[in-house]
C-alpha cells in the first residue's frame, strides 16, 4: 500500500511537471510569435506610412499643377474675351484737329524718310531744286534775297521765282490742306484777295502736298490765288521753315507756319514766324500796301 501511494504521488508529480512544462513551452511560443508579430509591423509599418522622397517628389509634381490648371485657364479664357471685344469694337470716328498734332501734319519723320529715300520721283513729276543760291544758310531774314526756286502750282505747272520779279508777293507756308487752321488761313487770303489785288501784291501759298491735293483744296474753298507744291521741302528748309516740333512729348518733322512779304525785286521786306492765324491777314495786307519798291514803279 505505501508503494502505491508513493507511485501515485511520483506519476501525479510527474503529470503535474509535464503540465507546467507544456504551459511554459506554449507560453515562449505565445510570447514568440507575438514578439515576431511586432517585429514584422515595426518593419512593415515605415514602408506603408513613409514614402520614400522621390516618391514624395513626383506626387508633388504631379498634382501641384493639376490644382492650378483650371485658374490659368480661366485667365486665358477671360483674356481671349478681352481681345475678341477689342477687335469688335467700332473705330472711332475721325475728329478734325490742326496741323499743330502729328495726325493733321502730313510730313513726319517716317514720312520724311521714305521721301529721301527716293532717288528719283514718279515719271512724269517736276524734281523741285535750287539752281543757285544753295549755300545760303537754312534761314533768311529781311533783306535778304529770296532763294532761286522752281516748283509746281496746283496744275502742274511750274513757277520759278525768276517769273515772280517785278511785282512783290506775299509767300505764305502752311503744314497741310484742309485741316483747320490751314484752311482759315486760306479763307482769310481769299476774302483780302481784292485789297491785295488793288494794292498789287501777289498772293502764293506753300505746303508738303502734291498738286492733286492742291487743285482740290483749291476748288473745295473757291481759292483764286497759286498754291506751289513743295513736296521735298526743298524751298521750306532754304527759308528755315522745316523745323522739327515737339507734340507732347513726340518729336516730328514739320512746316512751321510761317510768311514772307517780298518786294518786286525779290528781296525779303518781312518775316512772320510761328504766325498765329487769327489777325495775321489783315496784319500782312497792311504792310503789303508799302511792299512797292524802286523795282515796280
Known amino acids: 500500500a505505501a508503494k502505491k501511494t508513493a507511485a501515485k504521488k511520483t506519476a501525479a508529480k510527474k503529470t503535474a511537471a509535464k503540465k507546467t512544462a507544456a504551459k511554459k513551452t506554449a507560453a515562449k511560443k505565445t510570447a514568440a510569435k507575438k514578439t515576431a508579430a511586432k517585429k514584422t509591423v515595426a518593419v512593415e509599418q515605415p514602408v506603408a506610412k513613409q514614402p520614400s522622397a522621390k516618391r514624395a517628389a513626383k506626387t508633388v509634381a504631379v498634382e501641384q499643377p493639376a490644382k492650378e490648371q483650371p485658374v490659368a485657364k480661366e485667365l486665358a479664357f477671360e483674356g481671349a474675351k478681352k481681345s475678341a471685344a ?91 490742306d484742309d485741316t483747320p487752321g490751314c484752311t482759315k488761313e486760306a479763307c482769310g487770303f481769299k476774302d483780302e484777295q481784292p485789297a491785295f489785288s488793288a494794292a498789287g501784291v501777289r498772293v502764293i501759298g506753300v505746303s508738303p502736298d502734291k498738286p492733286a491735293s492742291h487743285k482740290k483744296f483749291r476748288a473745295k474753298y473757291g481759292l483764286e490765288f497759286t498754291l506751289l ?69
Not at 131 to 138: G, H, I, N, R
Not at 165 to 170: A, E, K, W
Not at 244 to 270: C, H, P, S, W
Open 229 to 297: 507744291s513743295d513736296t521735298h521741302n526743298v524751298l521750306s528748309q532754304a527759308l528755315g521753315v522745316w523745323k522739327l516740333k515737339n507734340n507732347y512729348g513726340r518729336e516730328y518733322m514739320g512746316i512751321e507756319r510761317a510768311t514772307f512779304l517780298v518786294d518786286a525785286a525779290g528781296r525779303i521786306q518781312r518775316v512772320w514766324r510761328q504766325v498765329r492765324v487769327a489777325g495775321h491777314v489783315p496784319e500782312v495786307l497792311e504792310l503789303a500796301k508799302d511792299a512797292r519798291g524802286p523795282a515796280s514803279k
Open 86 to 176: 477689342r477687335r469688335k469694337k467700332p473705330a472711332a470716328a475721325p475728329v478734325p484737329v490742326d496741323e499743330g498734332s502729328p495726325a493733321a501734319v502730313a510730313t513726319t519723320h517716317t514720312a520724311v524718310a521714305s521721301r529721301r529715300k527716293k532717288a528719283t520721283p514718279p515719271q512724269g513729276e517736276a524734281v523741285p531744286r535750287l539752281p543757285v543760291q544753295t549755300e545760303l544758310p537754312l534761314g533768311v531774314s529781311r533783306g535778304d534775297k529770296l532763294p532761286v526756286f522752281e516748283l509746281p502750282d496746283q496744275d502742274g505747272r511750274i513757277v520759278k521765282s525768276a517769273d515772280l520779279v517785278g511785282q512783290p508777293f506775299v509767300l505764305y507756308f502752311y503744314p497741310k
